[in-house]
Structure formats: structure tokens, C-alpha cells
């Protein structure tokens, strides 16, 4: 594939970014500030004499959100336009309050790279990442070097190591490069390590070659 061609592709000093940039959109600014409140709720104290209170704000948030939802089968339609199909995935969707968001860039040597702090939503073991959330942003990682390296597929098999815990409130090297092709099946490898090199988490995926009609 060539660098820099697909519609979510931005050529940055360091690489292409092939992640949706946070746009000052509305969208953007309350997913944002959704974001803090999964945080902050988390972080909160428990005798917070003002729960209850920040439960109904919540609530008529969203009520208000609601209202104004078209429908689910309209809203698909939506969302796999173009540049959206970026924008609400659950590991790098600007527009998803559940992705940390994380930024990557596609590299010339065909790999893609991120770095990304992940905070208390994410937490397993004490003060660690959970397993599973490592898991999900790899599988998501793998299928964006497959779009890096020109194919697409589906997670037939991710193969996952936990080498050491992973750290919550530093930031992680989230890596991921497509090794082989042949025939319908996609290997695809990739890791998280620390800042300075340990590896916490590394993946080996088998995607296979199958598209799922986008919703129209
Ligand atoms: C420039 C770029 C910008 C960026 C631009 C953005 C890009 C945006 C990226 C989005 C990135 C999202 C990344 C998330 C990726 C998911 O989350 S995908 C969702 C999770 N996965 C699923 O739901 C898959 C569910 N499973 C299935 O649908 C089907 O089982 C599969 C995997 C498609 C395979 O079914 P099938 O098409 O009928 O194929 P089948 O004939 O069974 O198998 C084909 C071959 O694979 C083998 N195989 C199949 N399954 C397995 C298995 N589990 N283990 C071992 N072998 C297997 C078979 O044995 C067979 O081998 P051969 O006999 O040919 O040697």
C-alpha cells in the first residue's frame, strides 16, 4: 500500500498517523469530557455528599442524548462513512468515551506505533492494566497494521503473553506489524512495553482475509 493514501492517513514529522485526529468539533469536546467523567467517577470519593445530585445531571444527559438518537440501523450508516470508520472504534475513536483514544502512526519499515497512558477504567490488578483491555487494544492495533500493510480480515486466533503487569499512569508503547500472507491467512504480531523497553504484553494474530459488508 502506498504511505500516506487512505482517507484517514495524515503525514506527520514522525510517520503517517492513520488514527482520526481530535477534531473541536462538539462531538469531540463531550466524548472528551465523557471521558473525564468515567475517570472521575472512579476517583471520586464514595462519601461524595453529591452523588446522588451527579447521578441525575447524568441521567438527564442522557435522556438528552437519547432523544435526539436516530435510529440504530440510520446511525450505522453514519458511522462507517468515510473518515468515520475511525472515529467510534473502542481503542482509537475520538467519538468513543471507552477508547483511551490511542494515536498511531504507520512507519516506513510497515509497522504502526502508539503510545498511550491508560488510567483507572482500565485497571485489572492493583495499580495494572487489565488482560483483557490489553487484548483489545492489540487485536485493534493488529487490524490497523493489516491496513497499513494493504489487507483486512477478521481475528480468527490472538495468541496472547503477559510477560510482566502492565502499568496504569505511564506511558506504553502499544507496536504491531504484519508478518506474513498466504492465501486467505494474515499473521500479525505486536506488543506493549513500557517506556523503557520492558515487554509487558506481546501478540501473535491469524486474521482472515473476509470482508463484512459495510451497513448502507
Ligand atoms: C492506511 C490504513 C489506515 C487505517 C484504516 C483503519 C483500519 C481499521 C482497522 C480496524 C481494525 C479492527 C480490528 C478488529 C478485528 C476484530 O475485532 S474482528 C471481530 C472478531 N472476530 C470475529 O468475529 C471472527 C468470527 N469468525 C468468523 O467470522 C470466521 O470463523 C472466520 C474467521 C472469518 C473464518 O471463516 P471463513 O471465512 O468461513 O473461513 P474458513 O474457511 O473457516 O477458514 C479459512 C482458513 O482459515 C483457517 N482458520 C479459520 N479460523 C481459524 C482459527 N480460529 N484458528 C486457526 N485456523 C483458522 C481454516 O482452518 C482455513 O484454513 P485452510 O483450510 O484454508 O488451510
Redesign the pocket.
Known amino acids: ?1 502506498k504511505v500516506g493514501t ?1 482517507p ?2 495524515a503525514t506527520h514529522a514522525h510517520g ?1 498517523v ?2 482520526s485526529a481530535p477534531q473541536d468539533a462538539p462531538v469531540d469536546r463531550a466524548t472528551a469530557a465523557a471521558r473525564r467523567v468515567v475517570d472521575a467517577m472512579l476517583r471520586t470519593d464514595r462519601g461524595n455528599a453529591n452523588l446522588d445530585r451527579v447521578a441525575e445531571e447524568l441521567n438527564s444527559i442522557a435522556d438528552h442524548l437519547e432523544e435526539h438518537a436516530p435510529e440504530v440501523a440510520e446511525r450505522l450508516i453514519d458511522m462507517w462513512n468515510g473518515e468515520g ?2 472515529r467510534h ?1 473502542p481503542v482509537t475513536g475520538p467519538e468513543n468515551a471507552i477508547a483511551p483514544p490511542l494515536v498511531l502512526e ?1 512507519l516506513e519499515d510497515g509497522s504502526v506505533r502508539g503510545t498511550v497512558t491508560l488510567t483507572m477504567p482500565y485497571q485489572g490488578p492493583p495499580g495494572c492494566v487489565h488482560g483483557g483491555v490489553s487484548a483489545l487494544i492489540l ?2 492495533v ?3 497494521a ?3 500493510g494493504g489487507k ?6 490472538l495468541e496472547t503473553n503477559y510477560h510482566r503487569p502492565t502499568p496504569l499512569f505511564e506511558p506504553l508503547v502499544i507496536t504491531g506489524r504484519l508478518v506474513s500472507v498466504d ?3 494474515i499473521r500479525t504480531v505486536g506488543s506493549i512495553t513500557t517506556a523503557d523497553g520492558q515487554l509487558c504484553v506481546s501478540v501473535e494474530g ?3 482475509d ?1 470482508t463484512v459488508p459495510r451497513p448502507r
Open positions: 500500500m487512505h484517514t492517513a503517517t492513520l488514527t470508520v475511525t472504534d504507520g487485536d485493534h493488529l487490524g490497523v493489516n491496513a497499513w483486512s480480515g477478521m481475528t480468527a486466533k492465501g486467505r491467512k491469524l486474521f482472515i473476509k
